[in-house]
Structures are given as C-alpha cells and as structure tokens.
C-alpha cells in the first residue's frame, strides 16, 4: 500500500500541486482546507494518514498548538511535518518531528518523512530499543519483490494483532494457558521477520502470564506494532528514493 499523506493548508491551489505532486511520486493523498478541518477529519479517518504535511501560516488552529492536538487523534508512530515558506522557531513547530521549506521537491519531502519517522518512533517508545532488525528485512528484500516483502510484513502484523485481541479475551476469562500460547505464536511469527520489539514483548508476555501488568504489557505491545509501521513506511521511502535516483542515472 502507497504512504498516505494528510495535507493541510489553507490555500487551494497549494492543495491541488500538493496533492497532484504526491499522487505522481507513488503516495495516497487526501487534502483539507485548515487545522480544524484537520481535527474534525482525524475523528473519523480510517485508515489513519501515516504522514501529516501542515503549513505554518493559517487561520484557526495551527502551529504547535496543531501538533500537539494531531498527536492526539493520529497513530503514535504518524509522522507530523510541518511546511512554510519561510524558516520557522520551536515557538510555532517545536512540536512537528519535522520541516519542509516551500517549494520543496519530493526528494526533500522523502528525506523529511524519513528523518520524521525515525524521531516518531524514538518519542512515542521512550527509548532506543531495536524495533526491526535490518539485517533480516534486507535479506528478505533481497529475494522478495517489494510487494511480497510489503505483504509478508502486514500478514505478520494483522496476524499478531489479531492474536492480540484474542490475549484479550484471555485475559478477560483469566485464561492463563491460551495467553502464554498466542504470545507464543506472536514470539515466533515476529522473529521469522525481525521484528524484535514485538518478539522482545511477546516473550514477556508469555513468561509473565496473567500477571498484575499484564493490561499495562498488551497495550504497550499495540503501540510498538504502530513503532513497526513506522519503520516500515521510512524503509519504503529510502526504496523508492533510491530506485528513482537509479532511474535519473540510467
């Protein structure tokens, strides 16, 4: 599936290049007119835009005042960027995990998503652990079709949520054995991938059981799913930069 990217901006004809732009590089774009209308977007938006493009200078809500009331409605790991025409200070995008000065090319935006993706994923998991090991991901890169390896990584994801939701159920009926059993089914589909965080958890969880944390470790396990999707978009982009230099040289 193509990155989808959420453009806000006040301006319609900037809408309409944007959004004309991005649909040429390969993204999924949907466009709104302010940061309220970005609000009241988000209340309902599924799926959830993994990048959210706002510029500085609008009427109504904006700046980090909008970062900080996106961050609320958005997945963790959404990478929030902020665009203007000039340089701006952390007084109206400290809050955005990243900046794009107009006009900028797709290459600057990829580079933006990129580097924002990366400090998503450091804010919203309070540390610096792995969440995938790159070493696998290239080796299946490297024998997969970038479609296959994009499949292979959602069919792991969808499946451990899915087991997610069944711990739940577990959890609810104080079930302890089917628990430990579908942590250990994540244990293992999450390390054919490299997807050490979620493998890291999965093992905690089956080790722990039913333990007085054990709300605390399931949601922590939904949030590194999203720390995952995150990783996965920035690789995505670093592929398809990549190719289009390939093609520019050839």
Do not use: W
């Amino acid at each position: 599936m193509p990155v989808q990217i959420l453009v806000v901006d006040d301006d319609a004809l900037s809408r309409e290049v944007l959004a004309l732009l991005l649909h040429g590089a390969g993204y999924a774009v949907e466009t709104v007119e302010s940061g309220d209308a970005a609000l009241l977007h988000l209340q309902t938006a599924r799926p959830l835009p993994q990048v959210v493009l706002a510029d500085l200078q609008m009427p109504g809500t904006t700046g980090n005042e909008l970062a900080t009331r996106l961050r609320s409605l958005c997945n963790p790991a959404t990478v929030l960027l902020a665009m203007s025409a000039s340089a701006p200070d952390d007084a109206s995008a400290g809050q955005f995990d990243g900046f794009v000065l107009k006009p900028f090319t797709m290459e600057a935006l990829a580079a933006a998503i990129v580097g924002g993706t990366a400090g998503a994923a450091k804010a919203s998991s309070g540390s610096n652990a792995a969440v995938l090991d790159k070493a696998v991901y290239r080796k299946l890169a490297g024998s997969m079709r970038p479609s296959q390896v994009e499949q292979l990584y959602s069919l792991c994801l969808s499946d451990a949520e899915t087991r997610l939701a069944g711990m739940r159920r577990a959890a609810s009926d104080g079930d302890d054995a089917t628990y430990k059993k579908e942590a250990h089914a994540i244990k293992g589909s999450c390390g054919m991938v490299g997807a050490i965080e979620l493998q890291t958890l999965a093992t905690s969880m089956e080790k722990c059981g039913l333990s007085d944390d054990h709300v605390a470790s399931l949601n922590e396990f939904v949030l590194a799913c999203e720390r995952l999707r995150g990783m996965l978009v920035a690789h995505e982009i670093t592929q398809v930069r990549a190719s289009g230099v390939s093609g520019e040289d050839a």
